[in-house]
């Protein structure tokens, strides 16, 4: 067999494995431990913090814009976790107004993790406390587009809260503060 039709017929192989593969995952609603097309995932919220999981947005292409321009394509996220983003990335620490989303993923580029809040939570002071704990890696910033009152980012990863959390903002720190590889 040539080269060609062995290639050919990998790829079908693979296509068929993909096909077979498809759908939604989602919960055991059998009992069995398979998991069933279509069936609502299981609730995995922290019931003591209200937190989500940690979420993998698709990685966007990581693309200098030039000057104040507008990201040609949406994110995939919001806040975004990776895209568009501008040449020069903020300092951590906090900020007592709104960044452009490509200057947030410019900070998360450098592996910065951003904690994104209710412009309301900035001044509180947790939030404060937190970010003197993690002066170096942590930057706070009032997000008022948010579907969650705060949402912790890096590289690709996305948490949300319902309000900030001291536990689950150090463990997100301490693991991802060095998620900047793309």
């Known amino acids: 067999m040539s080269?060609?039709?062995?290639?050919?017929?990998?790829t079908a192989l693979?296509?068929?494995a993909l096909a077979a593969c498809s759908g939604t995952p989602s919960a055991d609603s059998t009992g069995d431990g398979a998991v069933?097309?279509?069936d609502p995932m299981p609730d995995t919220t922290d019931p003591e913090t209200g937190c989500g999981p940690v979420d993998r947005p698709s990685v966007m292409v990581a693309t200098h814009l030039v000057?104040?321009?507008?990201?040609?394509?949406?994110y995939t996220s919001v806040p975004p976790t990776s895209g568009w983003h501008t040449a020069e990335a903020p300092r951590p620490?906090?900020?007592?107004?709104?960044?452009?989303?490509?200057?947030?993923v410019s900070a998360l580029e450098?592996?910065?993790?951003?904690l994104a809040v209710e412009p309301d939570m900035v001044d509180s002071t947790v939030v404060t406390e937190l970010?003197?704990?993690?002066?170096d890696r942590l930057l706070v910033v009032p997000y008022?587009?948010?579907?969650?009152?705060?949402?912790?980012?890096?590289?690709?990863?996305?948490?949300?809260?319902?309000?900030v959390d001291r536990g689950t903002v150090t463990t997100f720190v301490l693991q991802h503060r060095t998620s900047a590889e793309h």
Request: glycine share 10%.
């Open 67 to 74: 000057g104040d321009a507008e990201p040609p394509s949406p």
């Open 3 to 10: 080269r060609v039709r062995r290639g050919l017929a990998a």
């Open 144 to 163: 008022p587009e948010m579907p969650t009152s705060v949402a912790l980012l890096t590289w690709g990863a996305l948490q949300r809260c319902p309000e």
């Open 14 to 16: 693979a296509a068929v």
């Open 93 to 104: 620490g906090v900020m007592d107004q709104p960044l452009r989303d490509p200057e947030i």
């Open 131 to 135: 970010a003197n704990q993690f002066s």
């Open 110 to 114: 450098s592996g910065i993790v951003v």
């Open 36 to 38: 069933a097309v279509g």
